[in-house]
T-cell receptor, first 117, second 111 residues
Framework: GAVVSQHPSWVICKSGTSVKIECRSLDFQATTMFWYRQFPKQSLMLMATSNEGSKATYEQGVEKDKFLINHASLTLSTLTVTSAHPEDSSFYIC?????????????FGEGSWLTVV | GEDVEQSLFLSVREGDSSVINCTYTDSSSTYLYWYKQEPGAGLQLLTYIFSNMDMKQDQRLTVLLNKKDKHLSLRIADTQTGDSAIYFCAERTGGGNKLTFGTGTQLKVEL
């Protein structure tokens, strides 16, 4: 079945550095992918829509210069957290829609834990 | 606007049925999804229902949709300890693929 994979699963970085998280659709193409953020014991909040070959669309309140999104191919979107600070520590998870004979489903990656120290 | 609500916690005994409820406000929802999240893990798609359906059954899972009341439920038959997790409902509205998630329900299965 359709699978979405994220890498890395866990990352610890120093304050002020940048971290890149990858989201791949493994056996299907995704012209659009979505990035969410989840704080402990909370729900998922949509950060941005990643569009293949064009600029990402950010949700209100999300800093586009801080959370850089690049969707360079039909199977890969990347989220770069620039100049990370401890308050950026969170669980980041991506999703990709898949249209098959059974209908339209949306699959999620395994998520990436970011800890900024 | 979009608002999706769930009860925060549900405790059931192993072997019983679990019913997790979800209410939403956007009547233009096209698909509604149920995801399972285990501690520290990503989201596992359990099932989904198209907005023109009332019910969908998939093995131990039964989804009921009351579009008039904007109420969605997930029934898990013969609940097992491995079903302990957080369950999120999510709605997809309009023609896009953005999801609005519910607050999540933590299901605890006791022996």
């Amino acid at each position: 079945g359709a699978v979405v994979s994220q890498h890395p699963s866990w990352v610890i970085c120093k304050s002020g550095t940048s971290v890149k998280i990858e989201c791949r659709s493994l056996d299907f193409q995704a012209t659009t992918m979505f990035w969410y953020r989840q704080f402990p014991k909370q729900s998922l909040m949509l950060m941005a829509t990643s569009n293949e070959g064009s600029k990402a669309t950010y949700e209100q309140g999300v800093e586009k210069d801080k959370f850089l999104i690049n969707h360079a191919s039909l199977t890969l979107s990347t989220l770069t957290v620039t100049s990370a600070h401890p308050e950026d520590s969170s669980f980041y998870i991506c999703s990709a829609p898949f249209s098959g004979t059974a209908g339209n489903t949306i699959y999620f990656g395994e998520g990436s834990w970011l800890t900024v120290v | 606007g979009e608002d999706v609500e769930q009860s925060l916690f549900l405790s059931v005994r192993e072997g019983d049925s679990s019913v997790i409820n979800c209410t939403y406000t956007d009547s233009s929802s096209t698909y509604l999804y149920w995801y399972k999240q285990e501690p520290g893990a990503g989201l596992q798609l359990l099932t989904y229902i198209f907005s023109n359906m009332d019910m969908k059954q998939d093995q131990r899972l039964t989804v009921l949709l009351n579009k008039k009341d904007k109420h969605l439920s997930l029934r898990i038959a013969d609940t097992q300890t491995g079903d302990s997790a957080i369950y999120f409902c999510a709605e997809r509205t309009g023609g896009g693929n953005k999801l609005t998630f519910g607050t999540g329900t933590q299901l605890k299965v006791e022996l």
